[in-house]
């Protein structure tokens, strides 16, 4: 949004408050005032008014206060409210309004697309070799499209030419959008969960050197009223510090990408844990709470499906044995939870395990990455005491707390590669197809760096146990 949008606000009975929009770290501030009182209970569905420009302005999900003030013998009355929504449009919007359709504007598009100069020349050249005059170019370019459980996904190029000052000088514009067919009517909250999924897909493939701008909604496909989130709390473009590595990690242009799309939204209940590592992986410090989350999420990726397959026998003898406990412990005793908890965790598949099973998924892809996960494995179980050390605050016998500390990005950096490029590689991803120049991309950095990094801590650790 603007830095400052001004308008007149519509509070309680009161449709003359004057008020001023700022955006302040996750919410929309309206600072608003006027000679008549304007009551104000602590909060609010929505608040309505008009900009400058006589665009509807709605601010969704609304808390503040109103207080009395004196200034030069003059009593009036100002309040500071915020919101999580701020949409602009030609009619009122509310939170229970639902959309079908959606648009974003990716923003620094070069930085997604492998062949972004090679695709404007190739779109322009095509439309001339059919006739066409190049004053009257418009184009739109479908990236890729693909029907995932969001509803269909599409990236377009939108193009057209502009003529600059000079009669002689013509400017090729070109914009990159995400297009959203929901297949259904869903509520405005549903369609930001869904946009913002897609953004940080999106921006992890490019290395986060893209972010996200004018998220537009239509009730319908043949809707031409324009209504426009200017500003939310679901801060799709958090954490946005380019790096310079501006190489994508995958070619979004390949025919197969629609299906990795496809499948990489497939289940739904991986959305928070892919939050999560979204959230952390953007980040430039290291920490203990990183780490822990690092680990924490191979058990939330299999959930209760980590569960071991056990001869039938041997499920009716760990049965038995938890219904004695129960019979012989009563339910005022605290070691009774306990002793159960450790029974059901013997049916468990171990956090290491777990980690393999992910490793495995990557393993095979070619020789190179065969050997980072040797190495990988051959440094997870001190990772993962690593990891218990910060977890439990107890001291580990195969690690110092020391070296816990000092090597806490290498661990951090091994739970993350492989916990990312196993969902990619499930989601059809082929490691061997990374597009030219895809070294520069942070994952491609970390898989280099892991090897020589994993063989400085396993050296030092071995002269430490020489000592």
């Not at 816990?404 to 661990?411: A, G, P, R």
Request: aromatic share 10%; with cysteine; proline share 2%.
């Amino acid at each position: 949004m603007e830095k400052e949008i001004l308008g007149t606000f519509t509070i309680s009975n009161n449709e003359q408050v004057n008020g001023s929009l700022k955006k302040t770290g996750e919410f929309i501030k309206l600072t608003c005032w006027s000679k008549s009182d304007f009551s104000f209970d602590g909060s609010t569905d929505a608040i309505y008014g008009l900009d400058q420009q006589l665009n509807t302005l709605s601010l969704l999900n609304c808390f503040g206060d109103v207080c009395p003030a004196i200034r030069n013998n003059t009593k009036f009355f100002t309040s500071e409210v915020s919101a999580y929504l701020l949409i602009s449009g030609s009619k009122k919007v509310g939170a229970s309004d639902k959309f079908g359709f959606a648009s974003i504007e990716v923003k620094n598009p070069k930085r997604l697309l492998t062949n972004a100069d090679d695709l404007m020349e190739n779109i322009v050249k095509e439309y001339l070799q059919e006739g066409n005059s190049i004053l009257d170019f418009v184009n739109l370019k479908t990236i890729f499209s693909a029907d995932t459980s969001l509803g269909e996904v599409s990236l377009v190029c939108n193009s057209s030419i502009e003529r600059t000052s000079s009669e002689l000088s013509l400017n090729l514009q070109s914009k990159l959008f995400v297009l959203f067919d929901f297949q259904e009517s869903i509520v405005i909250n549903d369609v930001l969960h869904r946009v913002k999924e897609v953004c940080q897909l999106l921006r992890f493939i490019s290395g986060n050197e893209i972010y996200f701008e004018n998220i537009v909604l239509r009730e319908s496909e043949q809707s031409i009223e324009h209504i426009e989130v200017l500003s939310n709390n679901f801060v799709i473009n958090e954490n946005y510090n380019p790096s310079g590595l501006s190489r994508p990690l995958i070619d979004i242009g390949h025919p197969k990408f629609n299906e990795i799309m496809k499948s990489w939204f497939k289940d739904r209940e991986r959305a928070k844990p892919r939050y999560n590592f979204y959230n952390n992986f953007f980040q430039v410090q290291y920490n203990e709470a990183r780490m822990i989350s690092s680990a924490s999420v191979f058990d939330i990726l299999y959930g209760t499906g980590g569960k071991k397959t056990l001869h039938k026998v041997i499920n009716e003898k760990i049965g038995a044995v938890k219904t004695l406990v129960k019979k012989e412990f009563d339910t005022s005793e605290p070691i009774r939870e306990d002793l159960l908890r450790q029974i059901s965790n013997v049916k468990r598949i171990a956090h290491k395990d777990r980690i393999e099973k992910r490793i495995d998924l990557i393993d095979s892809q070619d020789r190179e990455i065969g050997n980072v996960c040797k190495k990988i494995r051959a440094v997870l179980r001190y990772a993962l005491s690593a990891r218990n050390v910060f977890v439990h605050g107890t001291p580990s016998n195969i690690i110092t707390t020391e070296d816990v500390y000092d090597y806490q990005s290498l661990f951090t950096n091994i739970f993350e590669f492989v916990y990312i490029t196993s969902e990619l590689v499930e989601a059809g991803w082929d490691m061997n197809l990374f597009p030219k120049n895809s070294w520069n991309h942070q994952i491609r950095q970390m898989q280099i760096n892991l090897a020589n990094d994993i063989d400085e801590f396993l050296s030092t650790i071995e002269t430490k146990k020489g000592n």
